[in-house]
Structures are given as C-alpha cells and as structure tokens.
C-alpha cells in the first residue's frame, strides 16, 4: 500500500499532525522573511517593545471550543453526505496564499495563482479528456452549472427545451428559473437511476432540445447516466450535450495512465463495465462541471466548469472600465460569472494535484478504495438475511433498506426510518452517521415494481457516501462494523 494514503491527510486520530504543524511553521517562517524583503528601505510601524493583544488567543480558543460540537465528517464513521477528509497539500496550497488574498478575477489581482488556475483547469481538461477546450474555477458546482447554462443559452439563442433527469441535483430547476428559461422539462429516472433514454427520445421528436444535462453522480445514489447513449441521440436530434459531473467526473482519474490515457477496463476493477465506458465517453460532452471540492480532495469553495468549443467564452466576455488592464495575459474574471475569486483556491488544487496526479496512480488510487469499500458493502448486503440494495451504486454512494415482511411501501419505510433515526445526527452520539435519500412515489414505483404503495407515499432509503479511502483499509474494517452496527439494531424478522 502506498504511503502517501496516509501522509496526505492528519488522520482520523490526528495520527499525522505533526507533520501539518511542522509543514506551517516552516511556511510562516518563509513568508515572513519574504514580506520582510519587500519595499526593503521602509522601516517598521511597529513600536519595539510591542507585545501582541490576548484578545485573539482568547476569541480563538471560544471559537475552537464551539468547532468542537461539530461533526466529524473526516472521520470514516461519517457517510451521510459528500464531505471529503481535507487533505494536507490543499490545507497548505490554500494557506500559502491566503497570507496575501489574490484575487483571481483579473491577472493584475493574482498574478501567481491565475497562472496556476490556469495550469490546474489543464490538468482538469486533460483529466476529462478534452484535447481543446477552456474553463476556470469556480465557488461550486451550482455557479459552474449556472453559468454553463447560461453561455448554452446565448450561445445557441433559441428557445429549445432544456431535459435533465429527475434525480438531477435541485440546481438546475432553480437554474432554469434564474435564466428565465421556461421550456425546461424533468426526464423521469429509471429504476437504477439513469435518465430514460427511451422517455427522453420520445420527448425529443416532439421537442427539439438546447441542451440534456447527463449526470456523472447523480447527489442521491452517484448514478451515472448512459452518456454512449446521449451522444446517440445528440448525432440524431442536435443538442448540447453537457455533463454535471460535479461529484464523479473526478473518477476518471481512476481510469488513467500517467500519460493521460484510458487503460482498458479488467474484470477486478472496482468500477464497472458500464461506468468505465461512461466516464471514457465523458470525453465527447460539451461542457463539464466538475468540483474539485467534491472528489478532487479539496475543501469547500472550489467546484469548475469546462467548456469545448470557444464560442461559448465570447457569449459571456465581460469587460470593466478599472481593471483587466494588462491585456497580454489572462484575464479569467472577463469570462466567469462569479468576480472576485480567491486565488488561493487555484492554489489548494495546484498543489494537491502536483502531490495527487489525476491519473490512476494518484488521485485515482484513493477513488479506487473508495469504489472498493462501496463495492464490498454492497457485496455483503447481497448476501445479508435482512439488508437488501436498492440499486448497484455506479460510483461509491450506496443506497439500501430493511427487507419489510410485506412487500409495501409502507412496511418498507416503517423497518428502515427507524434504523435511520438510530445511525443519523437525528441520535445522540450515533455510532455511525448516515443520511437518508427519499424518493417520490413515481421514482420509488420504478426502483419497486413490485411494492405497493396504497398511501403513495415517499420511500424511504438508508443512504452511505463511502468517499473516504479509509473505508477501505485494514480488511474494509469500518464497513465491517457499520454492518454489525446495523446487525444489531435491526427488527429480527
Ligand atoms: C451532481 C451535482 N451537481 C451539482 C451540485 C451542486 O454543487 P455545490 O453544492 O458545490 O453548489 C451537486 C452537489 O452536491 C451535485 O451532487
């Protein structure tokens, strides 16, 4: 096993801390030095026998006493929502520069981190698979996909319908509404997750399309949408084809050499066949929304957006009469939705991707524990008495139930809201914290074809996110004791 699993990260148990402690007081120490040589003839404000305020000392220790009643998502006992452990080399990329707060909306406010905003979004590019194309950051997957469809919108400049798939994630409803595009129409999801192409092909010889959002990971259950068969449909009926790959684009890293090739899919892969050539067709899409703050190990304020075709950069230019001065460099705030953004972000993902490369030998590496962990999870449930899957995950996001006596809806929700309560922040101190995912009654007809559901009802799944590699380790030890956890408090049949 390599060891950068464990010297990138501080450690459930604060195992590694020491190596942060030591890593930041160095990098303090350089910056002083640094500021100490700029405008060297000035001489200092600061009176000598200063001695600095308790204040701070005081205000900080409060502050770390309510952290503590947090929740701690670093910790692999924690698989309710999509919170990545925070690595090291992004604490520290951020750090470095949040010393001095570039602000990466014009070359001239963050020289250093637009370069290395621009160097990321080609790592991020090439990761995807596109041979052209351009993009930057952003604050997070709902502004990436707001202004992708924005430039979709006035790049193309008809009123076509937009499709996605019901389990899309709940921005592109609003997002439709922010733009005022009226004609946006919700595809139902299949009974594993998958937008229907079927349905969607039927509403596409009635109503031509602008743009179908595919999912890669969809929020609820990180199901991959067939994009082999979209791009099918985008060769018959014409559309923009863009994918919100804003949690799972980042498992194509797990799919590539060193060189940025696809390596062919073997049979002991912890993804599958299917997933594999989805995220291999992730290459022919339009555009990409991709976060960072997601799967790409960062911590939050970084998602991205990437676009193929250069066309749609002019529909949103936007020039200012103070600032974008220095023309012979880029200027990332002209063609961005968002204005000041934190340059230090540009950093945290620099160096993170320097120490992880987005290929299978890197990042990819962890993902791949992580797809394991989710993998022999849903392996055991399948052999389980009462545990049973509600779908065969795509990615590492998990969904299953309590098998109910009867086959109904209402049994089904009345054995397994109860687990939830017990193994959710719904309990004091749970031993595990998981969420839930709820489905309407149309989609849980799909998933249950077989169920009643006389009262039509929502359905009620327990729901795990296995994004942290450590699920994986020491013989899949957490998922192991999630198990008994669950043994132990199930209804006997
Ligand atoms: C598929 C997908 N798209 C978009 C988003 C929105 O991202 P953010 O919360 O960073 O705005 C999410 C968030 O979970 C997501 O899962």
């Known amino acids: 096993m390599n060891s950068d699993i464990f010297s990138n990260y501080i450690g459930p148990q604060g195992e590694n801390i020491t190596l942060l402690q030591s890593l930041i007081d160095d990098l303090l120490k350089q910056h002083a030095a640094w500021r100490n040589q700029q405008f060297k003839e000035d001489t200092s404000l600061y009176p000598k026998?200063?001695?600095?305020?308790?204040?701070?000392?005081?205000?900080?220790?409060?502050?770390?006493?309510?952290?503590?009643?947090?929740?701690?998502?670093?910790?692999?006992?924690?698989?309710?929502?999509?919170?990545?452990?925070?690595?090291?080399p992004a604490i520290l990329g951020q750090l470095v520069f949040l010393l001095t707060n570039p602000n990466n909306h014009a070359y001239e406010g963050g020289p250093v981190t637009t370069l290395l905003e621009v160097d990321v979004t080609n790592m991020l590019l090439k990761m995807c698979g596109f041979k052209e194309g351009w993009g930057h950051l952003t604050s997070g997957g709902s502004l990436a996909n707001t202004e992708a469809l924005w430039a979709i919108r006035d790049y193309y400049d008809n009123n076509n319908t937009v499709y996605f798939s019901s389990v899309c994630h709940y921005s592109w409803k609003r997002i439709c509404k922010i733009l005022n595009i009226?004609?946006?129409?919700?595809?139902?999801?299949?009974?594993?997750?998958?937008?229907?192409?079927?349905?969607?092909?039927?509403?596409?010889?009635?109503?031509?399309?602008?743009?179908?959002?595919?999912?890669?990971?969809?929020?609820?259950?990180?199901?991959?949408?067939?994009?082999?068969?979209?791009?099918q449909l985008k060769d018959k009926y014409g559309f923009h084809l863009h994918v919100d790959a804003a949690y799972g684009g980042f498992f194509r890293s797990a799919i590539l050499d060193e060189d940025g090739n696809v390596v062919p899919h073997t049979p002991d892969s912890a993804l599958s066949e299917y997933a594999?050539?989805?995220?291999?067709?992730?290459?022919?899409?339009?555009?990409?929304?991709?976060?960072?703050?997601?799967?790409?190990l960062i911590s939050y304020g970084a998602g991205a957006v990437l676009y193929k075709h250069e066309g749609l950069r002019q529909v949103i230019l936007?020039?200012?009469p103070y600032t974008y001065h220095i023309t012979d460099k880029p200027n990332i705030g002209m063609y961005?939705?968002?204005?000041?953004?934190?340059?230090?972000?540009?950093?945290?993902?620099?160096?993170?991707?320097?120490?992880?490369?987005?290929?299978?030998?890197?990042?990819?590496?962890?993902?791949?524990?992580?797809?394991?962990?989710?993998?022999?999870?849903?392996?055991?449930?399948?052999?389980?008495?009462?545990?049973?899957?509600?779908?065969?995950?795509?990615?590492?996001?998990?969904?299953?139930y309590i098998e109910p006596e009867e086959k109904t809806i209402a049994s089904l929700n009345a054995k397994t809201q109860p687990v939830y309560h017990k193994l959710s922040l719904e309990s004091e101190n749970p031993p595990f914290i998981l969420s839930k995912f709820v489905m309407p009654p149309e989609l849980g007809a799909r998933v249950f074809p077989d169920y009643t559901n006389a009262n039509n009802e929502d359905v009620i799944l327990l729901r795990s996110v296995f994004m942290k590699h450590w699920n994986a380790m020491d013989d899949f030890r957490y998922i192991k004791e999630l198990i008994n956890e669950l043994d132990a408090i199930l209804p006997r049949k």
């Open 182 to 231: 009226k004609n946006y129409c919700e595809v139902p999801a299949d009974g594993k997750f998958h937008l229907d192409l079927n349905v969607l092909e039927d509403k596409l010889k009635i109503r031509p399309a602008l743009a179908v959002i595919a999912n890669i990971g969809s929020t609820g259950t990180g199901s991959i949408d067939d994009i082999e068969g979209l791009l």
């Open 49 to 88: 026998n200063f001695q600095p305020d308790s204040k701070i000392k005081e205000e900080l220790d409060l502050l770390i006493e309510k952290s503590r009643q947090g929740i701690p998502t670093f910790h692999p006992r924690y698989s309710a929502q999509m919170t990545k452990d925070t690595t090291i």
């Open 276 to 296: 594999h050539r989805q995220l291999q067709a992730m290459q022919y899409a339009d555009s990409v929304t991709i976060d960072p703050h997601k799967q790409g």
């Open 318 to 320: 936007n020039t200012a």
């Open 336 to 400: 961005s939705l968002e204005g000041s953004r934190p340059g230090a972000m540009a950093a945290a993902c620099y160096l993170t991707y320097k120490v992880l490369p987005l290929h299978k030998n890197g990042l990819g590496e962890l993902l791949t524990m992580s797809l394991s962990a989710s993998k022999y999870f849903y392996e055991s449930l399948a052999k389980h008495d009462r545990l049973r899957n509600a779908h065969k995950p795509d990615l590492d996001i998990n969904c299953f």
